[in-house]
C-alpha cells in the first residue's frame, strides 16, 4: 500500500530564512506521481508542483525548489528567502496507476514565518 | 471563473439531520473526487467518479452518497449526520488519461466546513 510520511508536523522560522520540507513516500509501483499543495490560513488547497517517477530533474520556480530522489523514497521543498505568506500547511501527496489515481497525502507540515 | 467550485462554504447543522454539498467544475475533466480533512488537517479520499461512474467507494459510512448527475458535477448527500461527521469535505477534479503518466493534476474546491451540533 502507498504510503506519504511528512515527519516534521510543525516548523518555524524568521522570514528570510530558508526552510526545507520533508517528505517520504513507499508505494510499490514503478509508475507514480507525487505532489505538494499548499493550504494557507483561509483553507483552500493550492497546487504547487507535480513529478512524475521518472523525472527525477529538480525543479525551481522563483523561491520554491524541489529535490526528487528515488534512492531515497523522498521528494523534499525548499522554500529560499521565507516571507510571512509563506506561512501555511504543505501537504505532499502520491498518487499510482489504479482506476482513480485518487491522491494518499501526507499529514502536512504546518510552515510558521515570524517577521 | 472559478474552476471547482463547492457550496455551501459554511454548513452548521444539528445531529440527525440530512444535508447535501454541491461541485461544479468547469475544466472539462473527467473525473471528480470527494476528500475529508478532519480536525488534525489528515486529507483522506471518500470517494471518486469517473465519467459518472462511482469507481472509489472507500469505507465511508452508507448515510454518505455521493451523485454524479453529469461529468462537471459531484454531489456529496449525508444523511442522519452524527457528531463525527464534523469536518471540512473538499471537492476536485483532475483530468485521468489513459496512462498515468497523461494525467494532471487535481484542482481543488474551496471547502466546505460542516460543523455537526
Known amino acids: 500500500a502507498q504510503k506519504v510520511t511528512q515527519a516534521q508536523t510543525e516548523i518555524s522560522v524568521v522570514e528570510k530564512e530558508d526552510v526545507t520540507l520533508d517528505c517520504v513516500y513507499e508505494t510499490r509501483d514503478t509508475t507514480y506521481y507525487l505532489f505538494w499543495y499548499k493550504q494557507p490560513p483561509s483553507g483552500e488547497l493550492v497546487f504547487l508542483i507535480r513529478?512524475?517517477?521518472?523525472?527525477?530533474q529538480n525543479e525551481i520556480s522563483g523561491r520554491y525548489s524541489w529535490n526528487f530522489q528515488k534512492s531515497t523514497s523522498s521528494f523534499n521543498f525548499t522554500i529560499t528567502a521565507s516571507q510571512v505568506v509563506d506561512s501555511a500547511v504543505y501537504f505532499c501527496?502520491?498518487?499510482?496507476?489504479?482506476?482513480?489515481?485518487?491522491?494518499?497525502f501526507g499529514s502536512g507540515t504546518q510552515l510558521t514565518v515570524l517577521p | 471563473d472559478t474552476a471547482v467550485s463547492q457550496t455551501p462554504k459554511y454548513l452548521v447543522t444539528q445531529m440527525g439531520n440530512d444535508k447535501s454539498i454541491k461541485c461544479e467544475q468547469n475544466?472539462?475533466?473527467?473525473?471528480m473526487y470527494w476528500y475529508k480533512q478532519d480536525s488534525k488537517k489528515f486529507l483522506k479520499i471518500m470517494f471518486s467518479y469517473n465519467n459518472k461512474e462511482l469507481i472509489i467507494n472507500e469505507t465511508v459510512p452508507n448515510r454518505f452518497s455521493p451523485k454524479s448527475p453529469d461529468k462537471a458535477h459531484l454531489n456529496l448527500h449525508i444523511n442522519s449526520l452524527e457528531l463525527g461527521d464534523s469536518a471540512v469535505y473538499f471537492c476536485?477534479?483532475?483530468?485521468?488519461?489513459?496512462?498515468?503518466?497523461?494525467?494532471?493534476?487535481?484542482?481543488f474546491g474551496q471547502g466546505t466546513r460542516l460543523t455537526v451540533v
Open positions: 513529478r512524475n517517477s521518472f523525472d527525477e
Open positions: 501527496a502520491l498518487s499510482e496507476p489504479g482506476s482513480a489515481r485518487q491522491l494518499t
Open positions: 475544466l472539462g475533466h473527467d473525473t
Open positions: 476536485a477534479s483532475s483530468q485521468r488519461g489513459k496512462h498515468i503518466i497523461s494525467n494532471t493534476e487535481a484542482f
